[in-house]
């Protein structure tokens, strides 16, 4: 089946500094990928839906110039947490779509990401 | 506004009984509804329903979709302490906005 590959599974970084997540769709092309953040014993929050070669589009509530977001390939897209702060360690985890974006793809998920800042 | 409401909200059973799980949904557009598994990482995908009263079953799991009264269920039979987990729906409408519901916590007892 289609594999959705996150890296790194958990970091722990100091306050200040930026932080890259990496999601990766491993056997299939996936010109949309989506990131979210979960929060404990709460449901998936959409962060930002990310399309190969654009702009990313980011929920409202969410800020750009901290959550980067770069869809640079069919395969790969990047959240970068700028300046992170301990109000930001949270589980990220990003999903990519196999199928024609928009309508009716099925959704694969990656891993998440643990981020944790002291 | 478009949500999605999953019940109840937490579930406790012993192994072996059946239970079922809620989903309503208000969504423009609607599309799909999807089912999905969570345990300590990332969800797992279970189903994914577009025609209503079509059952799709995986194993001891099945779902239905019902679009004239805005609902899908999901039904795990005999239960498995394996079963415990988060059980989150999504509503996808044609577009690239998923909306996921709040997830029934499910705890199976042996």
């Known amino acids: 089946g289609a594999v959705v590959s996150q890296h790194p599974s958990r970091v722990i970084c100091k306050s200040g500094t930026s932080v890259k997540i990496e999601c990766r769709s491993l056997d299939f092309q996936a010109t949309t990928m989506f990131w979210y953040r979960q929060f404990p014993k709460q449901s998936l929050m959409l962060m930002a839906t990310s399309n190969e070669g654009s702009k990313a589009t980011y929920e409202q509530g969410v800020e750009k110039d901290k959550f980067l977001i770069n869809h640079a390939s069919l395969t790969l897209s990047t959240l970068t947490v700028t300046s992170a702060h301990p109000e930001d360690s949270s589980f990220y985890i990003c999903s990519a779509e196999r199928g024609v974006a928009g309508y009716g793809g099925e959704l694969f998920f990656g891993e998440g990401s643990r981020l944790t800042v002291l | 506004e478009d949500k999605v409401v999953q019940s109840p909200l937490s579930l406790v059973v012993h192994e072996g009984d059946t239970v079922t799980l809620n989903c309503s949904y208000e969504v423009t557009n609607f599309r799909s509804l999807l089912w999905y598994k969570q345990e300590k990482k990332a969800p797992t995908f279970l189903f994914m329903l577009?025609?209503?009263?079509i059952e799709k079953k995986s194993g001891r799991l099945s779902s239905i979709l019902d679009k004239k009264e805005l609902f899908s269920i999901l039904n795990i039979t005999a239960t498995q302490t394996g079963d415990s987990a988060v059980y989150l729906c999504?509503?996808?409408?044609?577009?690239?906005?998923?909306?996921f519901g709040t997830g029934t916590s499910l705890t199976v007892i042996p």
């Open positions: 999504a509503a996808l409408p044609t577009g690239n906005q998923f909306y």
């Open positions: 577009t025609s209503s009263g």
